[in-house]
């Protein structure tokens, strides 16, 4: 069956794929798994120093809250709401908000590529900038959230970031306190 070539990517040749849709299925799946797998690559790694410097707020905390904004102005935002722990750069209240432009409404989703995303009771480290309106939001999507978790290896608390590199916690916490010079609330 031959089919032409406008129509459809596949063109069949004796129940055999023809090598031009073979090309066209092989490039298709090296730009998914690009996009998907790729995320980290969208933006350029920041250095601890660089997010320390650019972010307006520093936090330590666990995740409370993860809701579909109520903000009619942006209907597909998502609220996250942090449990601090501790704070750098500005002092914070018990609770911090903080707004990512991407998510659900009904039926529909709008992803950002990019942009972190957040679970409730998962422990994290955020740097944060205020936008004009006086929410924050996460500085240099990904890069600026970072993960705490118990290494499978030893147990101890680890800080992980999107590349999957660790530091223990303890040992980035006193270089962020270096760097905020000791500056946490």
Do not use: Y
Not at 67 to 74: A, E, G, T
Not at 79 to 85: E, I, M
Not at 116 to 137: A, M, Q, S
Request: hydrophobic share 40%; aromatic share 4%.
């Amino acid at each position: 069956m031959r089919r032409d070539r406008s129509v459809a990517a596949w063109r069949w040749d004796e129940g055999r794929v023809s090598t031009g849709s073979l090309r066209t299925v092989i490039g298709l799946l090296v730009v998914a798994i690009t996009v998907n797998g790729g995320l980290a690559a969208t933006l350029p790694m920041s250095s601890l120093e660089e997010l320390t410097q650019e972010a307006d707020l520093i936090l330590h905390g666990k995740v409370k809250e993860v809701q579909p904004s109520s903000n009619d102005k942006d209907p597909f935002s998502t609220l996250v709401v942090l449990v601090v722990q501790e704070a750098w750069k500005q002092k914070s209240g018990p609770t911090r908000r903080l707004r990512l432009p991407q998510g659900t409404q009904s039926e529909i989703t709008q992803a950002v590529l990019g942009l972190p995303t957040f679970r409730v009771g998962e422990e994290v480290i955020v740097f944060l900038v205020r936008e004009p309106d006086g929410e924050f939001e996460v500085l240099n999507g990904v890069h600026g959230k970072l993960t705490v978790h118990k290494d499978t290896k030893d147990g101890t608390l680890v800080v992980e970031d999107v590349s999957g590199a660790k530091t223990s916690l303890k040992t980035f916490l006193n270089r962020l306190r270096q760097l905020t010079k000791g500056g946490s609330s």
